[in-house]
């Protein structure tokens, strides 16, 4: 294991048992080791001992912010829903952040999903995140049977032998063109804040950008061709809580169920636009995609028009209004039409 | 027993009297509106644009009309005059007599059938000669009431009987009538109402202008039907000659104002310069930015709120602005000699000097006269037989703290009858002698109105669709384009529809009579009516549900004929086929209406004015007249305001003892409860239900509020400070009546000692004001400077006084002061930006420099006093309060009124009212007006036991909201809270107005609006996109 | 009977007659009419069961079936619009044209163990339906039982179903009636009080009985001990259950409880069988 | 029965199918390495035939049997139309569809499927028109089970034919009488006349794990203390359903365009909190624990309670992309030792 990367699980692991063992929070969430290679697993420690099961590697993709609200309210006295809240303070919740998740947190709390208070967040400077699928192309679909990471390499064992591969062309997209690696709203930091700053976030977006309307339908056709519609972008998104995703709603059915262009990119680039404004470029869409399509290419986009339009990026601070929650004579409106908008109209 | 009568004689159709109208039928009385030509609208039906929003003038006037000709308790007298008047007040009797139209107004379907049959062509006044109509006429497309008429001047039956009458027999509905006689109303009534209006004054008296003798110098008001889409060019602006479209268009302002020495109009006309730059900036985008437009001006008075900013955007757009009195207008070119004469070409030359006396000539393809306002002679002769007299300017004169009473008690005057004015003050002096006669009246209030009844709802909640679909020909609107049969008959084959019909008028009197009729008959459950737009004609066929016993809400319009029949003139198939789609998504969302409860919010009878300066104190004392308690809050520990420091108005009226009299009867009225030294903590609730808490701790309930905050003297400061605050010898106005209002005092004594022994005065005017930071003209700085001046030299004819000024102002009958002024050796330097003047001290002597406009040459005075013109600034914590209401302000701080043109005194919050200072800068008398019109505004609240709420509100699925929150922080009338049990958004019927932001912004689909519900709009998409048999 | 080849197909129907049959008008009963005269003629099935009710375009949902077997030549279904489909069917005018996929699931037992015992019939609210089709069955074959008594309440007097059937029973003699509303209300001169409560004070024996009992399922709780005190047995007690359903024939997945299907092997089932399951209905 | 085939002639008989049916093959991509099931086209990739590629594809086969959408019916919503509202069966010809290389346990997910489907008139329609060409697995993964849940590396349940290797080449074997009609009609070699070699039916034993849990208390399973740890990470999106060969859940659903309409049939799957919800709002599994124990108790009781077997073949397609590493592998453990 990583030297960085073994640090960190010990500090994970004993910051979790002092809290946890000092009551001071109720469950920690984490990752603990998952059954194949280069997998991690949601997990929620209870107790100082589970606590001893928590790691931190490369391959930890899942948005633990996606997990939150639920925990919370399991920690919670229950209650019929016509019963008041509880009144009075409630279990604590110890989490892990990484920049984008801490920003999840951040739109969590904007949006009345989590309660500051009952937080205590270890923030974790992110080295990136390694893309298994990308692993996987780069092996040719070769099986992993063992891997181990080191600062800057993965060594992968299999029945053919063993590769090396720089760790940095495994990360993920998002990792790579993240801006925001450091917490946004912890309450304590488990390491040195990275210096780690993309150059060019929206190289990706460009490209498509640059496509001519009729590419860029072809593109979009073509990268959403094998969604299953299984969903687990949407499910792993910290963003998509609605009790009824429009996709499950029948009065009306926005969109048809089957496995079409039309009703499989209606899904996708409405989610996207549902998330407008308050996507921090987490990436748990696409880690989780079973059919390894780059779902986030669309949020993406929405979040460099947001960024150009509005100057917004979601979950940087918790006093700052998310963009679409708000007006200001100053926003931009390109779309205003001419005609109904004469000059002296404006002011 | 009450003698006092209820009903009120309005006479003038114009927007004045549609407003007084309006405001006093909703405040409780029926109205009688008289007007002297076949429809009401007025002038301002026959404008293309209104400054400084440039909203289209029809279409902000229209719905007003039509309100006013549905109106329960409005009884519209067209053709009709005033015969005689007699009585007092609370008590005359007039006798109105109404002449004959010929066309009975109960049959006529307004189809036009007889104008097209009618062989008379003459020149249509409307369009103020330009185009012509028929001798059966409609005055103009949106006409209320929209009934044809015969000009019985140019009718040819009516001239030589039996010669033509084919108009007889082309009307479908046998409406006409050449038998039609005069009738006699005698009407008892408890006051009177002129809004009088004006005329334009007549350039062809001024033989310079050109205009008569060549056809393309136009006035503004026939621009204005140039413009105008329902003018004889439709809109194309060409010019008259030979219609083509001007590329080169002069204005010439102040012709028929400003000019003793040939129109003997002395005073200025106050609204042509603003309506020049509208009409350059309107012309300008007509033609695409391909127009060189030139105004020359004397002064630019853009002294309105927001007119300043207007004027800098035209500036920007190169508009050229030319100071100069033009002086003459040519035909350009060469004449050619014909067999008729002489003959010139279309384009014309302008002749001008400039400011430096260098003569120009340039060439125009039209040219537009800014000709000034003035009484019609019609008024002249009412006001004659009413005996109430005229001053030397051809006006009604009137005392600025009662601007509009007349010399005769229950006869109130508004709008340009007293003083020429604008749109915006004429409506708020409307709704201010409503004010007058709501309080002369207020104790037969409610006594000689009628309220409608209707039969008990039908619950159709178990029924199936059974849906009624009504298609208008609208005359020849639809019918021209759509083929409304085959509309029709495709209605039918479409599911839930039971019944169609098409009908050439569907809003006739008969065919609604018919629709009531049918709705029973067919036991319909939801109507859809495919004719024209819902803004105007929804309340008239919801009403109708209503009298069939159908819930109001059932209801969906298809408006195929502004989105249809009007727009697709060339394409009469797709325009049939649209008008099937049309049809045929109002059917899909009609199919989901449900009925909604007519939510109401019951009136806490009880108003709370904020504000006790001059403003307040009317606003609150209107109110209590008219019969309502008041809670009348002041910031500071007396009464008075700013008023405390006037000296006189600029009619030379002492303010001190009229504000005394105004203090002592406010602290004494029974109906107002004063809480001085008092602000505001908080306010809740709702138009009919605030719920005010105070500094002193009280608790008020109330139905309505009026934010009469006022505004300040601008401190002078900066580059504008002028040593203000360092050197005694430099004042502001204020300070100066101040000194005046002392030197009352000691000349009472005999003695002047202050200001008479000043030797130079110096004047600078536009402190702080018209700069980028305060964008704004202070309206009142130029009189208030000037009539101080005059007083100076009252007190001391030797006096020197200087007036370093940028534009001079004295807007209407102000500008007879600045002629005096003139005419007394005062000296008028003007400034500008790049040239401000400057103020040193050498030693002891104030030195001012500035530049002589006139010899471009430097110039010092070394004054004993300076008098700085500062600014008038909204106050700090207006923006505070306005946020307890929910207000908004502009960027200067002003308070932001509902529509700057049509809702001068309200917010767009109901219920909420504003006047005074805090809405712009302005003099008392307007202020005073805008005071009682906030009053009888608020009083249209209190005089009700409830009042309507939104019924289309939002409603929240509790399964689906997340509680994120983002539908409470976007609904702008804080009308969305989270349940405090439930956890879940909740929404405030009564706050909520139905505009939908929260259910565009949630993202979880659980916001609907009530009808308007996403399964019913995708309906309607759904039958948009699928064109089923159509 | 469902001898159609494709058993996902529904027979046309046409709404013969509408009744609303609550005060708050969500309920409606729709008498249907088969299209076709041989499927019409050879329509059988047991009280108890349901059908799919078939809007085209709008889809499909279970609905017990209303009316008896022995009513020959329509049937009857008493509809609550709460879902997209009982909406969009509530909107419908008679004579539109609907479909019917079914009979499905199993029904009561009553040609084999009701015969010849007492039945107590226990309803609340709407779940009364197919209790309609049962009681009306067991009169068409009144020999073959013992004693019938009926426990029936709703909210309201205004939200009773079928209220003149009610009152023909009651005045009959033939069935024990033992109508009550929750509240009292005007006009109401009948029993005050919740279903377990009636249940307890006028619950016959169960010697020689069984019970149907068909309700919300906060009822159901409170009826059961109410039944216990007075010694009924489990395996004496029928109760319907009714999941979401979909294929109607045990194969889509949706209503199962545990390893049985509620639309196959349901939705009758004795409290017994009910009691060996995980609680999820 | 079976024959010897070399390379050649096993490929050329593929080509000539190719032009007579839909033939679909798993192909690795080569930018991703993933393997998917495609459509055979004119370049058949020989290689790919002749050595199968290794590694699970990554969607099962059930998608030829359960199509995602399936118009189950068409009707009419014009008014005018004498038949509209009238639902009637879709009426398209299916025509014949080859699936080549499959491996034994997608081929016996077929199996297992028809049991519950065995009176489905669609699936059995699909069924009719399907030959499958099974391959059994030379090489198996780290994730997968077969053996563990009653299958075979080398199990031959579900296909109609296999190609076997043999030590000289390659061998087609015969195992059903479709197969059999399939090969008399569209001959291999020397294949004419080849009949089904004998299956053991029957007296199949089931797999211990099946038996296990037939014995097992329905309510002590379902009451076990580990559905909360397992389901604690669960996201409940559908991506293990939907790649599971044998899960096989679907909801109706009707479609308008215009006046033309469809009723579809498509995948659903027990872990979306609206499978089981009502109308009324009330939802019998509205917990996510719920979801996730009913999917495996389905799998690993209700099932084999109802038709013997264990609704699973051992793929490892969830285990390998559960987004969140749920492995079924253990759960099998936790519920064996109740």
Known sequence: ???????????????????????????????????????????????????????????????????????????????????????????????????????????????????????????????????????LAALQGKEVLEAQEDDHSLRLKGKWGETELSRWAVVRDNCQSCRHPNPVLFDRLLDAASERQAQAPFSQIEAIEAMSSDERWQWFQQAFASCIRCYACRNACPLCYCSTCFVDDNRPQWVGKALNAPDVLTFHILRAFHCAGRCTDCGACESVCPMGIKVRLLTQKLSKDILTLFGAEAGMDVSVPPPFTTYAPSDQNPFECDTCSSKGKKE | MNNTKGSVLVIGGGITGVQTALDLADSGFYVYLVERTAAIGGVMSQLDKTFPTNDCSACILSPKLVECGRHLNIQLLTLSELVSLKGEPGNFRAVIRENPRYVDANKCIACGMCAEKCPKVVPNEFNNGLGTRKAAYLKFPQAVPLKYAIDAKHCIWLNKPGRCGACAKACPAGAINFDDKPKEHILEVGAVALALGFETYDPSLLDFTGYGRLKNVVTSLEFERLLSPSGPCLGHMERPSDHAIPKRIAWLQCVGSRDINRACNAYCSSVCCMYAIKQAVIAKEHAAGHLDATIFYMDMRTHGKDFEKYYERAKASGISFIRSRVHSVWPAGQAVHTQKGFEYGHDLLVRYSDEDGHLHEETFDLVVLSVGMQLSASARGLLSKLDIPLNSHGFVPF????????????????????????????????????????????????????????????????????????????????????????????????????????????????????????????????????????????????????????????????????????????????????????????????????????????????????????????????????????????????????????????????????????????????????????????????????????????????????????????????????????????????????????????????????????????????????????????????????????????????????????????????????????????????????????????????????????LKRPLVIHPDMVVLASAVEPRRDAGELSKFFKCSINAEGFLMEAHAKLRPVDFATDGVFLAGLCHYPKPLEESIAQAKAAAVRAVRVLAQDVVPAESAVAVVNPAKCVTCGVCAKICPYSAISKDPVLQKASVDASLCKGCGACVASCRSDAITLKNMGNEQIMAAIEAAMCNCGG | MFDQKNPYLPYSVIIDDIVVETEDKSLKTFKLVIEDEGIRQNWNHTPGQFAM?????????????????????????????????????????????????????????????????????????????????????????RQDYGKITLIYGARTPGMLLYRNELKDWEQSGLVECHITVDREAPGWNGIVGFVPAVTERVAPAPENSVAVVCGPPIMIKFTMPALEKTGWKDEQIYLSLENRMKCGLGVCGHCNVGPVYVCKDGPVFTRARVKGLPVEF | MKIRINDHQLIQWIQGLITKFQVFYPLQDANSGVVHIQKATGSLNSDAILKPVSGVPKTSIKTFFMPQPEVIARFSIAAQDAEAFVLKEPGTALQTQVLLNIRPCDARSVALNSMPYAEDPYFQKMLKRTVIIGRPCDETCSTCFCELVGGSPHGTEGMDLVILKTEDGLALEVLTQKGADFLKQNPCAESAGLQPTPQQQGGQELPIVAREMQKKDLLALYNASFWPQIAEACINCGACTFLCPTCYCFDIQDEVAGTKGVRLRYWDSCMFPLFTLHASGHNPRGQKVQRVRNRFMHKFKYFPDRFGPVSCVGCGRCVKDCPVNIDIREVISLMQAV
């Open chain 2, 399 to 854: 005392s600025s703290f009662s601007p509009n009473s007349t010399s005769k008690p229950g006869i109130f005057i508004c709008g340009p009858v007293s003083d020429p004015k604008d749109i915006p003050q004429s409506v708020t002096e409307a709704s201010s002698v409503a004010a007058e006669i709501s309080a002369l009246l207020s104790s037969s209030r409610w006594q000689t109105t009628k309220t409608k009844e209707f039969p008990p709802e039908r619950d159709i909640t178990a029924e199936p669709p059974r849906i009624g679909v009504f298609v208008c020909h609208c005359g020849i609107n639809i019918a021209s384009v759509v083929n409304v049969k085959e509309v029709a008959e495709y209605a039918r084959t479409l599911p839930g529809v039971v019944f169609v019909q098409d009908n050439l008028f569907t809003c006739s009197q008969d065919t609604i009579v018919n629709m009531v009729a049918t709705i029973r008959r067919e036991g319909l459950n939801r109507v859809v009516v495919a004719s024209c737009t819902p803004r105007t004609h929804e309340p008239l066929f919801q009403e109708t549900l209503r009298e069939a016993g159908l819930n109001p809400y059932l209801f969906e319009m298809a408006n195929i004929r502004d989105q249809d029949s009007w727009v697709h003139q060339n394409e009469p198939e797709k325009a049939t086929q649209k008008a099937k789609d049309l049809v045929r998504m109002a059917i899909a969302k009609v199919r989901g209406d449900q009925p909604l409860s007519a939510n109401v919010v019951p009136v806490h009878k009880r108003a709370l004015v904020i504000g006790g300066g001059v403003t307040g104190m009317v606003a609150a004392l209107s109110l209590a007249d008219q019969g309502f308690p008041v809670d009348l809050v002041e910031k500071a520990e007396g009464l008075g305001g700013n008023a405390r420091r006037l000296y006189r108005t600029w009619q030379g009226e002492e303010v001190a003892e009229m504000l005394q009299s105004l203090i002592d009867r406010t602290t004494n009225h029974a109906n107002i409860t004063l809480h001085s030294s008092t602000t505001l903590e908080r306010t809740s609730g709702s138009v009919g239900r605030f719920k005010t808490t105070l500094s002193n701790g009280k608790e008020i309930e109330h139905g309505v509020a009026i934010l009469a905050v006022g505004g300040q003297p601008w401190r002078p400061s900066g580059e504008w400070q002028y040593l203000y605050g360092e050197e005694e010898r430099v004042k502001t106005l204020l300070e100066v009546d101040e000194l005046c209002m002392a030197d009352e005092n000691v000349k009472a004594t005999g003695r002047s000692p202050l200001l008479s022994q000043l030797n130079h005065v110096v004047f600078i005017h536009c402190v702080g004001s018209r700069i980028p930071e305060r964008p704004y003209c202070s309206r009142v700085c130029c009189t208030h400077a000037i009539d101080q001046a005059l007083k100076l030299k009252e007190l001391n004819p030797r006096m020197n006084i200087y007036m370093l000024y940028r534009d001079i102002r004295t807007y209407g009958q102000r500008e007879i002061l600045y002629q005096e002024a003139r005419a007394k050796g005062i000296v008028f330097i003007r400034y500008d930006l790049n040239n401000r003047p400057t103020l040193t001290k050498d030693g002891d002597t104030l030195c001012i420099g500035a530049m002589d406009h006139v």
């Open chain 1, 1 to 135: 294991m990583t030297v960085k990367h073994a640090e960190l699980t010990q500090e994970i692991q004993r910051q979790a048992k002092e809290l946890l063992a000092s009551g001071e929070v109720a469950a920690f969430l984490g990752f603990s080791a998952g059954s194949l290679p280069m997998t991690t697993r949601p997990f929620v420690a209870r107790t100082p001992q589970e606590a001893e099961r928590l790691v931190w590697n490369s391959f930890c993709t899942v948005n633990l912010a996606n997990y939150l609200p639920a925990l919370l309210k399991s920690l919670e006295p229950p209650r019929s829903p016509k019963d008041p809240p509880p009144t009075g303070p409630l279990p604590k919740v110890g989490v892990l952040a990484t920049g984008c998740w801490s920003r999840n947190i951040v739109v969590q709390i904007q949006e009345n999903q989590v309660d500051r208070s009952r937080l205590v967040i270890l923030g974790v400077p992110s080295r990136g995140m390694v893309d298994r699928k990308k692993v």
């Open chain 3, 53 to 141: 009710l078939s809007v085209p375009g709008k889809g499909e949902a279970a609905i017990g079936i209303a009316s008896s077997p022995t009513e020959k030549g329509y049937l009857l279904f008493t509809v609550s619009r709460i879902g997209s489909l009982t909406t969009a069917l509530h909107q419908l005018p008679k004579g539109a044209r609907i479909g019917v996929r079914g009979p499905l699931g199993n029904g009561f037992p009553v040609n084999s163990e009701f015969k010849g015992k007492n039945i107590v019939v226990i309803a609340g609210g709407y779940a009364f339906t197919t209790l309609r089709a049962t009681i009306v069955y067991l009169l068409a074959h």
